[in-house]
């Protein structure tokens, strides 16, 4: 997975595609579908570091803060706090 804020393309490449459709939600990944079909130079890198914002409510229902918010959840399952998310920690007595 991937996510836009670490993406960044060439004019000529984006406007060649036609640039982000308008789409709910995973522009960024429609965008690079539309890239690898027409076979533009991609780097992919796992060095790049970046600091995102851990926002759980987000504008679109299936972008990167509802992931964000399921794996809250997962976690908070995992520890044997459900009801709980990395944003509201479980009340302590």
Do not use: C, K
């Not at 995102?52 to 809250?72: E, I, M, Y």
């Amino acid at each position: 997975m991937f996510t836009g804020e670490n993406l960044g393309v060439y004019a000529a490449a984006y406007q060649a595609v036609g640039g982000f459709r308008s789409l709910e939600a995973n522009e960024d990944v429609a965008l690079v579908d539309a890239l690898q079909a027409v076979e533009a130079t991609i780097a992919w890198s796992a060095n790049v570091r970046l600091l995102t914002s851990a926002q759980l409510d987000s504008r679109a229902p299936a972008g990167f803060g509802a992931t964000l918010s399921v794996a809250g959840q997962r976690l908070a399952w995992a520890h044997g706090t459900p009801g709980t998310t990395l944003s509201q920690p479980a009340q302590t007595a």
